[in-house]
């Protein structure tokens, strides 16, 4: 059944983990609903396979009570009847909505509607059911307990329900309607990066040719087996778990092929060998796009330092960390690339559900001969995958791998690299600084005409180069 929608308790105001600074003038408004209904958890009728062709059925059922944060145009004309549906992130114990810090730039200039779904435990619980986990004292029923004390999450064996029900409420609403009365959807893409973006790639395989209501969905960074953290060591996320039944997924998982509905998976360097996503490579198709992006990494600066600066902008920062709570021994990665790129996928992706044009054909980035890390050029930058001027026309050496030591303590594993050239490198890759200037307009020109780059963020590099005081 589709779940009722209902207004949050008066006073105070919703939890919103997104990008610290002022939207006013973006002609967006931020609201807040709770949905509640029965939601199923499931068991596979075959083997989990690698291929994802799977089978499941409904085992049990429960009712539950969670919300959704909206981010829409004010303006029903702005909207351009997209959708789309984020599986927020709970991977520090606490709801981040990492797709939205790395697309909002594109998501307002362009007229989405954004929503971001509580869909996971970890984010609503404080460990108060003595069958679950206790987890952090930062999820929403600790962050403002007046406000959400009303929620109940029966354990995420039952997000996937939770979550297919959320994006049913936006396309079918009992009660509220999540988006009003006045936004026409026609398209909804269900999104998530890292740990959201595994759940999503189980999602597809066990509900995705019987999920009517989504039309396409964006793979951002799924996971695969992560040395050294117990808790990964499967290609996609558990289909069921504690208290329920557990049943783990297989360490290889492709995306089933029958789906039908466009896919775009986005990785970094870091997904594919740090966190172990290497295997679960899988070929382009008609309904299938996998773009990898050179000297991208898994987290880095404009990701995570979102109230410091916008992310649309494209200069490259010498920093070990990004907020107070850490410090890395080596520079963090700092190359604008990842959500310049994330946008243009975003851009394509809507482009192939909308007007059926298929997203370009990426190289795939080059691994060595025994697949167990990357080829490199001179200055150290990685060979193959989506390019662009910070990789080709390089002032830095942009890695997705740190020197940290792969820990569930310590994110450092996740930033990535960035290590500056010296001067006598530069000077032997540029006349001057109107050579490197120049080098970078004609990448930025090939990346726009290769559809990696949309035109609205070409001249921010440009300018960013210009900038660049480089000997």
Request: hydrophobic share 40%; proline share 6%.
């Amino acid at each position: 059944p589709d779940p009722h929608v209902e207004e949050p308790p008066a006073g105070g105001g919703p939890f919103f983990m997104g990008a610290l600074y002022p939207y006013d003038h973006t002609g967006y408004k931020t609201q807040e609903f709770f949905f509640a209904g029965e939601a199923r958890s499931y068991v596979n009728t075959e083997p989990l396979g690698q291929e994802g062709m799977w089978s499941v059925a409904h085992e049990n059922s429960t009712h539950y009570r969670s919300r959704m944060i909206v981010y829409r145009p004010t303006n029903p004309e702005n909207f351009n009847g997209t959708v789309l549906v984020e599986w927020l992130n709970v991977s520090g114990g606490i709801e981040a909505p990492a797709d939205w810090i790395m697309m909002h730039a594109e998501i307002v200039r362009r007229g989405y509607a954004w929503v971001g779904v509580s869909a996971q435990y970890v984010g609503v619980e404080t460990g108060v059911d003595a069958a679950l986990p206790t987890v952090g004292t930062i999820a929403l029923k600790a962050i403002a307990p007046d406000r959400y004390y009303t929620l109940r999450h029966p354990g995420d064996s039952f997000s996937y329900d939770i979550f297919s029900q959320a994006a049913r409420a936006l396309r079918h609403p009992v009660g509220l309607s999540p988006l009003g009365e006045d936004l026409d959807v026609q398209h909804l893409i269900a999104v998530g990066e890292s740990q959201s973006a595994s759940r999503l790639v189980s999602f597809i395989n066990a509900f995705g040719t019987a999920a009517e209501h989504i039309d396409g969905y964006f793979i951002h960074s799924r996971l695969g087996q992560i040395p050294g953290i117990a808790e990964f060591q499967q290609g996609a996320a558990p289909l069921s778990q504690a208290p329920q039944v557990d049943i783990v997924a297989p360490q290889v998982v492709k995306i089933r092929a029958d789906l039908r509905k466009p896919v775009m998976n986005l990785q970094t360097e870091t997904d594919l060998f740090v966190l172990g996503a290497f295997d679960s490579r899988q070929e382009d198709t008609d309904t299938y796009r996998l773009w990898e992006v050179a000297g991208a990494a898994h987290a880095d600066y404009n990701t995570s330092a979102i109230g410091r600066r916008s992310v649309s902008f494209a200069e490259i920062a010498t920093v070990y960390s990004t907020t107070p709570f850490f410090s890395c021994p080596d520079m963090i990665n700092s190359a604008p690339q990842h959500h310049f790129v994330t946008k243009a996928a975003l851009y394509a992706l809507r482009n192939w559900i909308v007007n059926g044009i298929t997203p370009p054909v990426a190289t795939r980035l080059v691994a060595n001969a025994t697949e167990n890390g990357f080829q490199y050029d001179a200055v150290g930058n990685v060979l193959g995958g989506v390019r662009s001027p910070y990789v080709d026309v390089p002032i830095a050496r942009f890695s997705g791998v740190n020197s940290s030591a792969i820990s569930s303590d310590d994110i450092c594993f996740l930033f990535g690299e960035t290590e500056m050239l010296d001067v006598a490198t530069l000077r032997s890759l540029y006349q001057n600084h109107d050579d490197y200037v120049d080098q970078t307009k004609s990448s930025v020109e090939k990346a726009v005409a290769a559809g990696f780059l949309l035109p609205e963020d070409a001249p921010l590099i440009i300018d960013a180069a210009r900038a660049n005081k480089i000997f």
